[in-house]
């Protein structure tokens, strides 16, 4: 349906020009009779054969404008055109540009403006499912851009569906673009949920990351017409989102989990997938998050910087200094001492049982000081004995010296370490400045 600027639909609106036209229906800028600029959205005749699917369109339409919501685009009225024959739908005027439409003209997200849109479109349809209401039309062309991604609107709520609803028995009709449909909205008699819109999340996060579709024949891959309800409907696993990127011969810029996070959105059975759209994103961002902190893998080409010459001058002349201080200490640790060290008498062991294991205890049983036993004679009986707590002695001096000796080895080791690192920096510096 084509409508030339100038008409008046409803009596009220008078297009001005056609904004952009979709599988639905058209989109149009008009005016209405207070001068008030608004989008203004001719559906099909079809959507609409008779009076009680009319009812059924003004009630999706009234639940759509029941939502209030920074994301959500604002929809005003509804009616059916009488001239026409067509439904219309009557919404806020937007100015920017949507998902598909950006990452053609302006390129791939970056992973600051990705997270953005992502966190909005989540935020907005959770908002919707808490109404009860679905959206079911997730898709690149139905999240628009407003100021370069700094705020989002979710379209095309007015053709929602509550909870519980589905595509009827015996419907033959199919609304919106197949391949971004989920199994229960191409299947009769299924119902729709908040795990449809985790569907459409899902194939719209994989393509904002690869400006591809998920599924192989709308990338033009030789398919036949209606293969793509084959590739939604298959119950074989999933291929990887990174596999299929390869195939499909474009980058994914996502950690390896992205896969499993796709293959819990995109499960043919919903109750495989992840239950709500809030936790779908929670576990989402989380993956953003790692990315984002991690930053970008290094270049296969790169090369390891050197190190400046005066920079491994001054590291080997302060490497020296603190060896020759911690040698300095180490020779003024090893001189005997008259001071009183504290040696642990032996402990006697306990009597080991003759015939019967030993049971362990429970932690509370005794004092930490105890050990207990059970013998044969006594059954369960406990039997302590008590563990003699270190005392003071003198020592000779030959052994406080040996004592002493076993508590700087690993001084001397950290030395010799210290040594063995200077002399290589000093080399280095020696090349470098040859």
């Given at each position: 349906m084509n409508v030339p600027p100038g008409t008046v639909v409803g009596g009220r609106y008078r297009i001005d020009a056609l904004l952009g036209r979709g599988t639905a229906g058209a989109v149009y800028r008009a005016v209405d009779r207070s001068g008030r600029s608004c989008a203004i959205k001719m559906l099909q005749p079809v959507h609409c054969p008779n009076p009680k699917s009319v009812e059924v369109f003004v009630e999706q339409a009234r639940l759509a404008a029941s939502l209030h919501h920074p994301s959500i685009r604002a929809v005003w009225n509804a009616g059916i055109d009488d001239l026409l024959g067509s439904p219309f739908i009557t919404m806020e005027l937007l100015d920017g540009s949507d998902v598909a439409t950006h990452l053609r003209e302006v390129g791939a997200f970056t992973a600051t403006s990705l997270r953005r849109v992502l966190e909005q479109v989540a935020d907005a349809v959770a908002t919707a499912h808490r109404s009860a209401i679905i959206h079911g039309a997730l898709k690149p062309s139905n999240v628009f851009l407003c100021g370069h991604a700094d705020a989002v609107k979710v379209l095309d709520f007015a053709l929602v569906k509550p909870v519980g609803a589905g595509r009827p028995l015996g419907s033959s009709a199919i609304v919106g673009a197949p391949e971004w449909l989920a199994p229960e909205q191409l299947t009769a008699g299924t119902v729709v949920g908040p795990w449809t819109d985790v569907w459409g999340f899902g194939l719209l996060t994989f393509f904002c990351l690869t400006g591809r579709h998920y599924w192989l024949s709308?990338?033009?891959?030789?398919?036949?017409?209606?293969?793509?309800?084959?590739?939604?409907?298959?119950?074989?696993?999933?291929?990887?989102a990174s596999a299929r990127a390869a195939e499909l011969g474009c980058e994914l810029r996502a950690p390896s989990a992205f896969d499993a996070w796709l293959d819990a959105c995109i499960a043919?059975?919903?109750?495989?997938?992840?239950?709500?759209?809030?936790?779908?994103?929670?576990?989402?961002?989380?993956?953003?998050?790692?990315?984002?902190?991690?930053?970008?893998?290094?270049?296969?080409?790169?090369?390891?910087?050197?190190?400046?010459?005066?920079?491994?001058?001054?590291?080997?002349?302060?490497?020296?200094?603190?060896?020759?201080?911690?040698?300095?200490?180490?020779?003024?640790?090893?001189?005997?001492?008259?001071?009183?060290?504290?040696?642990?008498?032996?402990?006697?062991?306990?009597?080991?049982?003759?015939?019967?294991?030993a049971i362990p205890r429970p932690p509370s049983a005794l004092p930490s000081h105890q050990v207990a036993c059970v013998t044969p004679a006594a059954g369960a009986a406990l039997h302590p004995q008590k563990i003699t707590p270190p005392q003071e002695r003198h020592v000779a001096p030959h052994m406080r010296h040996r004592g002493v000796a076993r508590r700087t080895h690993p001084a001397l080791v950290a030395t010799i370490a210290f040594l063995c690192l200077a002399v290589v920096l000093s080399l280095v510096a020696h090349f470098a400045r040859g």
């Open positions: 709308p990338n033009g891959h030789g398919r036949a017409p209606g293969s793509v309800f084959v590739e939604i409907l298959s119950t074989a696993p999933r291929i990887p043919v059975e919903p109750q495989r997938r992840h239950r709500y759209i809030d936790a779908c994103w929670q576990a989402l961002r989380a993956l953003l998050d790692a990315t984002t902190r991690s930053g970008p893998s290094p270049s296969v080409d790169a090369q390891p910087s050197v190190p400046d010459d005066d920079v491994v001058a001054r590291t080997a002349a302060e490497i020296l200094r603190r060896t020759a201080a911690a040698i300095a200490a180490t020779v003024s640790s090893e001189r005997p001492s008259r001071r009183r060290v504290l040696v642990s008498k032996p402990v006697t062991p306990a009597p080991p049982c003759a015939s019967v294991p």
